[in-house]
């Protein structure tokens, strides 16, 4: 699966060698220390000359230490930029100088179902795969995030996070997130498969000067409420709470069906958090509608803004 040179119109190794390793530490007591660990690892590409690196933002949120790894295997340190609670994204700055060649934003918007692709982790063609398209669509994940359309690629690259999407002429075009299954079911009589989720480069565009010069993008934050959210069927089942997040300081409860947000019927994650989003910037209230144990109730859940229960990142 990995990729061959001939088979490409760029310089498949200059492109490869864009790609960084991303290594961070995080505090013990950080927020996000429970769920995500204390020690993180994945990739990241080099999107501009002087050294500024864009990769998954669960990789360093909170991060107290960046180390990058280039290609050749220099180690050199890193200073979190800013991350985007809302696409994802994460950009580090290296503290030295970086004599690679950036790759350049691509248009995620003009790759189509079916183009092949390169999915890039650090250390050149050997932690590389050589993918395709196989779908553009809506993403909902159970930590209040959404994305309308993002990309999935095939077959699936097995350390994912952080990982370049590199297009047809050696651009970037996305940034890689997770790995999740396509197919199966039990009316179906193929078995699932890995596929990677990729945030499109689009997404960066608007947001990148901000991200560069305050560490966050300057528009209202969503409203935040904490919650791990599952599908049941059509329905919305609290599956999860983040301590000391604002649902955990409401009457919510794990296991409650919710209803409907603010009188509006939801069915489906999507429907749900744009629900919730539609009421305000972070800090307005979201009454709910839940099912516990065969009876209707309202709650309501005060709101937050998701960055003030984080770490900002360490000044070097």
Same mark, same amino acid.
């Given at each position: 699966?990995?990729?061959?040179?001939?088979?490409?119109?760029?310089?498949?190794?200059?492109?490869?060698?864009?790609?960084? $390793?991303?290594?961070?530490?995080?505090?013990?007591?950080?927020?996000?220390?429970?769920?995500?660990?204390?020690?993180r690892a994945g990739h990241g590409a080099i999107i501009r000359n002087d050294g500024l690196v864009l990769t998954i933002g669960y990789l360093v949120t909170e991060a107290e230490t960046v180390w990058l790894t280039l290609a050749g295997g220099k180690v050199v340190p890193g200073h979190v930029l800013g991350y985007d609670q809302e696409t994802g994204f994460g950009l580090v700055q290296a503290l030295a100088r970086i004599e690679v060649?950036?790759?350049?934003?691509?248009?995620?918007?003009?790759?189509?179902? $079916?183009?092949?692709?390169?999915?890039?982790?650090?250390?050149?063609?050997?932690?590389?795969?050589?993918?395709?398209?196989?779908?553009?669509?809506?993403?909902?994940?159970?930590?209040?995030?959404?994305?309308?359309?993002?990309?999935?690629?095939?077959?699936?690259?097995?350390?994912?996070?952080?990982?370049?999407?590199?297009?047809?002429?050696?651009?970037?075009?996305?940034?890689?997130?997770?790995?999740?299954?396509?197919? $199966?079911?039990?009316?179906?009589?193929?078995?699932?498969?890995?596929?990677?989720?990729?945030?499109?480069?689009?997404?960066?565009?608007?947001?990148?000067?901000?991200?560069?010069?305050?560490?966050?993008?300057?528009?209202?934050?969503?409203?935040?409420?904490?919650?791990?959210?599952?599908?049941?069927?059509?329905?919305?089942?609290?599956?999860?709470?983040?301590?000391?997040?604002?649902?955990?300081?409401?009457?919510?409860?794990?296991?409650?069906?919710?209803?409907?947000?603010?009188?509006?019927?939801?069915?489906?994650?999507?429907?749900?958090?744009?629900?919730?989003?539609?009421?305000?910037?972070?800090?307005?209230?979201?009454?709910?509608?839940?099912?516990?144990?065969?009876?209707?109730?309202?709650?309501?859940?005060?709101?937050?803004?998701?960055?003030?229960?984080?770490?900002?990142?360490?000044?070097?």
């Amino acid at each position: 699966m990995q990729p061959k040179p001939e088979d490409y119109d760029y310089d498949l190794d200059r492109a490869l060698g864009a790609i960084v $390793g991303v290594r961070t530490t995080i505090p013990a007591d950080a927020f996000t220390a429970e769920t995500l660990g204390t020690e993180r690892a994945g990739h990241g590409a080099i999107i501009r000359n002087d050294g500024l690196v864009l990769t998954i933002g669960y990789l360093v949120t909170e991060a107290e230490t960046v180390w990058l790894t280039l290609a050749g295997g220099k180690v050199v340190p890193g200073h979190v930029l800013g991350y985007d609670q809302e696409t994802g994204f994460g950009l580090v700055q290296a503290l030295a100088r970086i004599e690679v060649p950036a790759l350049t934003l691509g248009t995620s918007s003009k790759v189509k179902v $079916g183009d092949h692709v390169v999915v890039a982790g650090a250390g050149g063609r050997q932690n590389a795969i050589a993918a395709r398209i196989v779908a553009k669509q809506e993403f909902a994940g159970y930590w209040e995030y959404l994305l309308d359309e993002a990309i999935f690629t095939a077959p699936s690259h097995p350390h994912w996070g952080g990982t370049g999407l590199i297009g047809p002429a050696g651009e970037l075009l996305g940034i890689g997130s997770l790995q999740v299954q396509q197919g $199966g079911g039990e009316s179906s009589k193929q078995s699932a498969v890995d596929i990677n989720m990729i945030v499109p480069i689009d997404l960066l565009k608007p947001i990148l000067d901000d991200l560069t010069t305050i560490g966050r993008p300057s528009k209202s934050p969503r409203p935040w409420l904490g919650i791990f959210a599952a599908e049941v069927g059509d329905r919305i089942v609290i599956a999860g709470m983040s301590r000391k997040g604002p649902a955990s300081r409401s009457s919510l409860r794990v296991g409650d069906i919710v209803m409907s947000v603010a009188g509006q019927d939801v069915r489906g994650l999507p429907t749900f958090f744009r629900n919730v989003w539609a009421l305000g910037p972070a800090g307005a209230p979201v009454p709910l509608t839940i099912n516990r144990n065969g009876r209707t109730m309202d709650v309501t859940v005060q709101s937050g803004d998701r960055r003030t229960f984080l770490r900002g990142p360490v000044l070097h």
